[in-house]
């Protein structure tokens, strides 16, 4: 009674030691689990580690430090260099003008500039490739990943234009400064946390796209990695690539967190920030609107148009409905258990963060952070050798396709998770427990069942990964499976355009009401 | 004496297969009775031609056949990898290196005579362990418009020369295109292997897939493209939109660019279904899987005894192709050059 007393007077911000003591039975059961999950986490991170000592100093380096490495780390560099940067300004130009101006029918703008995350970037590509043959390399590229991933940094800008206090802009106003100052030394630094995030949800899509580049015939270490896998299994030199990989992975991960600082943005003081007043466009509006308007077009309207034309020009004959029928139900059934099984795992690791922060939480935290931030093909790459070498009776099973689903999309699950549990007040889980609830009944019937909306929306969200999931699937899947995703790569890859459709056009639809929730749930954050 | 001795001995060793091959052929598939969980397939072959072999085969004998799909070296490399644990029962390919591969590792269990019988013994190697179950002929494919036929290459080695750079394309990621590299190996040796495909990281422009190639060819980024025949032959039979500005350059004079790549099939000595499995492999070599050949939209070249191709290709006696034992590719051996020229 004492102890949830204490704990009761700590909250919200309890200190790790007591905290968990008061919750003794389920922390420490909790505590291993998300132990175990950890521990899972690093099993490709340890492996490819293990790989490079193996293969020993000499071969190892002479297939890193090779120029075909060179030449992959330039691509990359500039992919990102160039689609990144781009994608700010896009981003930040149509959530400004969604959020901030009286630019007409700024809510169905705003929803149209999330959709396209509703097609996947492998779709994207194909329909470039049947509008315009010619598009590909650095340019193609740039453009086709501009286009898929924009909406990464339109949603958290949106919504933190929409949070702004406006006071601040006001001061600044009243002390001189023009607009377009006031935009860029008041509004831009308080962007800081969404901008930072965004992008770098940005960057590691890069690195990890495969579909999207194949088509563009532009190399990176994903796809360079996958060739090597085509010609030699899992030789060194793709495990030497996928090591290269994951550092620039870390890379990345290290250029956030310094850009992101150390600064509070948070409204300070009591009462409520007053609503924004929206800027008047007032002559600009249509040209101005031009912008949204071209972007829809470019994003939405040429994957659409594209699907319908190969629809029709392979007419009712491509609905072959056994095999659309298969792949549906097959992609439909890895995706539900997948993401049922990455909302369990995180269930541990994201209570823990809430009511015991403390350096292992956060440790456990940040190991799964970092994996999830690996792309599909290394994890897959370390699951295949692993298994063959080591838990052959796992090999080529589902059991393995879903725990590396599981590591790839752990991170979605936790976030939504962790601000589930965090709105489910900790009182009512010790009430249960004081009216003779064990601590394992209390979490689950109550805090669960509190935080149940958000567990579903991160399954939500794993499962959108897990439909449009490509290279993970194609390396691990067991003998027969057909996934969405697999059967379109293998239809583009025989350039049969016509038979790939049927699959593009599922995946949109099973992909827009999981787009249509991140749209949501971007609102609610926002207060709204 | 002893020459007209072992001429009898082979006549009637020829005789005897021939006439019992029918026989055993069809003994075979009807004594196998079916397994509930059927053959697990390796397939590097193009699905739909697989898929038409399987469901023929399915029809006929009632045995189920699970695909795995993937590519040449890929699965070819899973096997060796897997050893005697791997869960497959039979291996298709569409060249034969991973083939070599594979017997290279003693995984293979011999084929039973009849089978082998099926197929004339320069489309299958010496020893038995596997057999040709189709053919491709390697072709130059160029835009008509932009190379005239006094510009095209004599053999495949002169796209190594300058004059080429930025000129031609392949899939150097792909087996096909390795196949192709292997052979070369085979026929001019390392040094020579070495040079040409540093050449061509020069030269020429890297493609995901032979049909992407021609593709392009078709649409003018590029003058020309190493591939296979089958990807045009297929398309001008279907709508010919990727291939209707294109025409087929074959090498011919037993150049390495006239080289013809087996498709081979083999049983797995770790199977637990041999059985089945050399029936399969059976089937597919024989009457009915070779005639799915030349009627199917595949478009590859029939190897089987007296079978017929389909009839809009050139005929392989026609294409001069250089003679390679095709258990002597090496399909680790090109993956390192190509490592070594940077295409990798």
């Known amino acids: 009674m004492s102890a949830n007393r204490l704990a009761l007077l700590n909250w919200p911000r309890p200190r790790a030691g007591r905290s968990l003591k008061s919750h003794a039975p389920v922390g420490n059961w909790l505590g291993s689990a998300a132990l175990v999950v950890a521990l899972l986490s690093l099993v490709p991170l340890c492996f490819v580690l293990w790989v490079a000592y193996q293969t020993g100093w000499a071969t190892a380096s002479a297939l890193i430090f090779r120029p075909r490495v060179g030449e992959l780390l330039l691509n990359t560099a500039w992919l990102l260099a160039l689609t990144v940067p781009i994608c700010i300004a896009l981003a930040l130009a149509l959530a400004w003008l969604t959020e901030r101006s009286d630019l007409p029918g700024a809510r169905i703008w705003s929803w149209l500039a999330v959709a396209p995350l509703a097609v996947p970037a492998f779709v994207h590509s194909y329909a470039w490739m049947t509008v315009t043959p010619g598009l590909h390399g650095l340019f193609g590229g740039v453009m086709v990943a501009t286009i898929a991933y924009f909406p990464f940094l339109y949603l958290p800008l949106s919504a933190a234009l929409r949070r702004l206090d406006p006071a601040m802009e006001d001061a600044a106003a009243s002390m001189g400064l023009n607009p377009w100052a006031v935009f860029f030394r008041v509004v831009m630094p308080q962007l800081r946390l969404a901008l930072c995030g965004g992008s770098l949800l940005i960057g590691l899509h890069l690195l990890a796209e495969y579909g999207l580049f194949v088509m563009m015939r532009f190399d990176t270490f994903t796809t360079a990695i996958v060739d090597q896998f085509q010609s030699s299994y899992n030789g060194p030199a793709a495990n030497m690539l996928s090591g290269v990989l994951m550092l620039c992975c870390f890379v990345l991960l290290a250029l956030e967190s310094r850009a992101r600082g150390k600064a509070r943005y948070a409204r300070v003081g009591t009462g409520a920030a007053r609503l924004q007043q929206r800027v008047a466009l007032g002559r600009a509006t249509w040209f101005v609107m031009l912008l949204p308007a071209l972007t829809t077009a470019l994003a939405l309207g040429v994957p659409l148009l594209t699907l319908g034309r190969w629809l029709i020009a392979g007419g009712a004959e491509v609905w ?50 970092l994996v999830g931030a690996l792309p599909g093909v290394v994890i897959a790459l370390a699951m295949v050798t692993v298994t063959v070498r080591v838990a052959l009776p796992l090999y080529q099973t589902v059991v393995t396709v879903l725990l590396a689903y599981m590591l790839m999309f752990l991170p979605r699950a936790i976030i939504s998770l962790r601000t589930g549990i965090a709105q489910a007040p900790v009182e009512l889980e010790q009430a249960a427990r004081s009216l003779g609830r064990s601590p394992a009944q209390a979490l689950w019937h109550v805090t669960m069942r509190l935080a149940a909306p958000s567990a579903a929306a991160g399954i939500a969200l794993v499962g959108l990964g897990i439909t449009t999931e490509l290279t993970a699937t194609l390396m691990l899947a067991p003998n027969g499976t057909r996934t969405l995703a697999t059967a379109f790569w293998s239809y583009t890859s025989e350039i049969d355009y016509a038979s790939a459709a049927p699959y593009a056009l599922t995946m949109v639809l099973l992909s827009l009401p999981m787009t249509w929730l991140l749209y949501i749930q971007s609102k609610k954050t926002a207060g709204r | 004496m002893k020459f007209s001795f072992s001429s ?59 695909l795995r799909n993937g590519s040449d070296t890929e699965l070819g490399n899973q096997i060796v990898q897997e050893g005697a644990a791997s869960p497959a029962d039979v291996f298709l390919t569409e060249n034969s290196p991973s083939m070599a591969l594979v017997d290279g590792a003693n995984l293979f269990a011999p084929l039973d005579a009849a089978t082998l019988a099926s197929v004339p013994a320069n489309f299958r190697p010496a020893n038995g362990r596997w057999i040709g179950i189709a053919a491709r002929s390697t072709v130059f494919v160029y835009n008509k418009s932009k190379l005239l036929k006094s510009q095209l290459p004599k053999s495949i080695l002169d796209l190594a020369q300058p004059q080429w750079k930025g000129r031609w394309a392949a899939s150097p990621a792909g087996a096909d295109f390795q196949a192709i590299v292997s052979a070369m190996l085979e026929l001019k040796g390392e040094a020579a292997t070495l040079a040409w495909l540093k050449a061509m990281k020069e030269n020429a422009v890297a493609y995901k897939g032979n049909g992407v190639v021609l593709k392009a060819v078709n649409a003018g980024q590029i003058d020309g493209g190493v591939i296979y025949h089958y990807y045009r032959a297929g398309d001008q039979a279907k709508t010919g939109e990727n291939s209707n500005n294109t025409e087929t350059h074959y090498f011919r004079n037993q150049d390495p660019g006239a080289f013809m790549s087996i498709s081979g099939g083999g049983v797995l000595a770790s199977s637990k279904h041999k059985a089945e499995a050399q029936a399969f492999v059976a089937w597919i070599a024989g009457k009915a899987g070779q005639d799915i050949l030349k009627t199917g939209d595949s478009y590859e070249y029939a190897v089987g005894v007296g079978a017929a191709s389909h009839r809009s290709l050139v005929p392989i006696a026609e294409l001069q192709i250089p003679a390679v034992e095709p258990g002597k590719l090496n399909s680790r051996k090109v993956s390192e050059l190509m490592l070594q020229a940077g295409l990798l």
């Open chain 1, 320 to 369: 072959r409905w056994d095999e659309v029928g298969s792949a549906v139900w097959q992609t439909l059934a890895l995706g539900a258990a997948g993401a049922v099984l990455t909302a369990v795992a995180a269930i541990p690791v994201s209570w823990l963060s809430v009511r015991a922060p403390g350096r292992r939480a956060r440790w456990l935290e940040s190991s799964a952070y």
């Open chain 2, 8 to 66: 009898l001995s082979h006549a009637l060793a020829l005789g005897l297969t021939l006439i019992t091959a029918p026989l055993a052929s069809h003994a075979q598939t009807a004594a196998v009775t079916p397994s509930a969980e059927g053959i697990v397939v390796y397939n590097a072959q193009h699905v739909s031609l697989t898929k038409e072999w399987v469901a023929g085969f399915t029809a006929q004998t009632g045995i189920k056949v699970t």
